[in-house]
């Protein structure tokens, strides 16, 4: 079969990866590693953050601004995970692509919720509003329903690889709010600030501010590394669990 | 191709739960709002558009769930995948059938509630364009969460939940069409258009995606 | 420390701490659980 032949490639590749019983020792492994930087990077990254010098505008609450941004963009980046892994169950049909959707997802709705909680935390004494309906409030609104929705959905079927083909497509289809929450604060001229780091031409933040930012981001995606690949860890062994029982079951009910 | 059509259409009325159903829970909608928001004739015309449409978003997601079950339920799904037609084309047809029971309905009945709302005619008018440009969408993306959930028996909640996400783009640009045609200050030609490239795009994104999850569970 | 914006820094900066740390020791937490039901089962399945 096809997968055998596959994984006889060098782990360098996805495919090595696409045996259950590698991919937990790949994951074994390369763990600790990532939670020692995740530590290391959030340390440093807290310490830049809490010395950094208060903004002429908006003076400490500039502070948010570090705990804010991080986990937009880890939002809007755990929703790529989910797609791309999509991408993997429909087109590709690798075996662990649905372990990877499936692990990632809360992951994503943690990082939308709080990305929404300390919004409203700086945007309080920032503009004087808990909440405004502007485009990208909106937006990062409905990725979080769009998240919540994709669990539901994989919870909702009795064998849980019958989900995978329609939270896949699923997650695909509701891809298209990432570019709307990216572009919103470019398309309508509303209360959010517009970018300032992602442009094409060089950021438009000052070094004091964008280089805590940077190492707070860098803290986010390696703390989502960590836990994605725990989380798939569980998923695969909730996995054994579930086929094990079924098989006891099985020969007991021979027996 | 016609024929299709022609019997999705017809059974969708004989269920019941067709135009009759769907026009009858814009009613409720419609009625429901004035008790909780009170008799006050100005806000009721400045929030009619929006109650509009939130009555047809909501009466639109209603059926949706049939929209494949039954099919499934007498097996005859497999036979679609099937066919020799294309399976994206079949879907589309289906699409617009549910379209044409339900969301054309309510695009219809605009007038009369609109009326009961106390919207202008003019104002009732631009409605009923943007709820005949932006309600196909509905039905399109709709028919994703229907495929996707054909499988699960009380689906319907959940195809909401899945669904309604994805379509308050189109019911921020229809609110924003009609904002901009009684507001001169704000444009309706663009809100418009995006209304309009909404429904065409997802006309085919919506079965292309359904037909991928269906070929995929006939497997 | 933070003057007057206090109340908005400090919940904003706990919240975060709390739900990621959480969100870390749940999962491990429930790693270790399967670990340990995954064994069990072996166990009961190779007698």
């Known amino acids: 079969m096809t997968i055998e032949t596959a994984t006889d490639n060098k782990a360098s590749n996805l495919w090595g990866l696409a045996n259950p019983t590698r991919f937990m020792r790949f994951a074994d492994s390369v763990i600790p590693f990532c939670f020692i930087a995740t530590v290391l990077l959030f340390a440093i990254g807290l310490y830049m953050s809490l010395n950094a010098p208060e903004d002429y505008q908006q003076g400490a609450t500039v502070l948010i601004m570090f705990i804010h941004v991080p986990a937009a963009w880890l939002a809007m980046m755990t929703y790529s995970v989910m797609s791309v892994s999509a991408l993997g169950t429909i087109v590709w049909r690798h075996p662990l692509a649905d372990v990877s959707l499936r692990a990632a997802a809360p992951l994503g709705a943690v990082f939308t919720f709080l990305a929404l909680a300390t919004g409203s935390l700086w945007g309080k004494p920032m503009w004087g509003t808990w909440w405004e309906w502007d485009a990208r409030m909106t937006s990062v609104l409905i990725l979080f329903i769009i998240y919540l929705g994709l669990i539901a959905l994989s919870k909702a079927f009795d064998e849980p690889s019958e989900a995978a083909q329609p939270v896949a497509v699923m997650t695909l289809t509701g891809f298209v709010i990432i570019p709307i929450i990216k572009f919103s604060v470019d398309w309508w001229n509303t209360l959010h600030q517009p970018a300032s780091v992602s442009r094409f031409d060089r950021p438009a933040m000052a070094p004091e501010f964008l280089y805590p930012l940077l190492v707070m981001a860098l803290a986010y995606i390696a703390l989502f590394f960590t836990l994605h690949l725990m989380s798939m860890r569980n998923e695969v062994l909730s996995r054994r669990i579930r086929s094990l029982k079924m098989k006891t079951a099985r020969s007991k009910g021979i027996s | 191709m016609i024929a299709l059509l022609k019997r999705e259409i017809v059974s969708s009325w004989r269920s019941g739960s067709g135009a009759l159903m769907g026009v009858l829970f814009f009613l409720t909608v419609v009625t429901v709002f004035p008790f909780a928001v009170g008799p006050d004739t100005r806000l009721l015309t400045q929030l009619a558009p929006a109650i509009l449409w939130i009555g047809a978003l909501l009466a639109s997601l209603l059926g949706l769930d049939r929209l494949f079950t039954q099919e499934r339920e007498d097996g005859s799904l497999d036979l679609l995948v099937m066919q020799s037609h294309p399976l994206m084309l079949t879907i589309f047809i289906k699409a617009s059938a549910h379209w044409f029971t339900t969301g054309l309905p309510l695009v219809l009945a605009t007038p009369l509630f609109g009326i009961m709302l106390n919207l202008s005619p003019a104002a009732v008018g631009v409605t009923m364009v943007t709820l005949l440009a932006g309600t196909p969408a509905i039905s399109f993306i709709g028919t994703v969460g229907a495929a996707v959930a054909v499988k699960l028996p009380r689906g319907g909640m959940l195809i909401s939940i899945l669904v309604l996400p994805l379509v308050i783009p189109v019911l921020i640009f229809g609110i924003a069409a009609i904002a901009g045609a009684s507001n001169t200050s704000q444009p309706f030609t663009g809100p418009f258009l995006f209304l309009c490239a909404i429904t065409l795009f997802t006309s085919v994104l919506g079965p292309l995606a359904a037909s991928v999850m269906l070929r995929h569970s006939a497997d | ?47």
């Open chain 3, 1 to 47: 420390m933070f003057g007057e914006y206090a109340p908005f820094i400090i919940p904003a900066y706990s919240l975060t701490i709390v739900t990621l740390s959480g969100a870390a020791i749940l999962i491990f937490l429930n790693y270790r659980m399967r670990k340990a039901e995954l064994k069990a089962l072996e166990e009961k399945f190779k007698k």
